[in-house]
């Protein structure tokens, strides 16, 4: 039974630093690319950032870029994510998800499997 587990989330304040994980069970951890995806209240899930199965290469959503961090420990069976500045604008519901195979979907689609999501919400 595959299992993604996030956690990190929480309430900050606008500037703070978080670095959300995602422990994944009943699956071969190598097999499979790996991203982070978000909900703010009342849209839809959009992708945040991603990285292949050998962790070399990653895609950050534009809004991500140089703000968020995407990284994996294969010998922990663990994805993170560093983000940094926060601003309220990123409160959202947070989820981890796996694709499998070498490619890094963008879209919810194509992933195959999800936690349950963890909250985080930046207060001004």
């Known amino acids: 039974q595959v299992q993604l587990v996030e956690s990190g989330g929480g309430l900050v304040q606008a500037g703070d630093t978080l670095r959300l994980s995602c422990a994944a069970s009943?699956?071969?951890?190598?097999?499979?690319?790996m991203g982070w995806f978000r909900q703010p209240p009342g849209k839809g899930r959009q992708l945040v950032a991603a990285i292949t199965w050998s962790g070399g290469t990653t895609r950050y959503a534009d809004s991500a870029k140089g703000q968020y961090t995407i990284s994996r420990d294969t010998t922990k069976n663990t994805v993170y994510l560093q983000m940094n500045s926060l601003k309220p604008e990123d409160t959202a519901v947070y989820y981890c998800?796996?694709?499998?195979?070498?490619?890094?979907?963008?879209?919810?689609?194509?992933?195959?499997?999800w936690g349950p999501g963890t909250q985080v919400t930046v207060s001004s």
């Open positions: 009943g699956l071969i951890f190598g097999n499979y690319a």
């Open positions: 998800a796996a694709a499998s195979g070498p490619l890094l979907p963008t879209t919810p689609l194509g992933y195959v499997y």
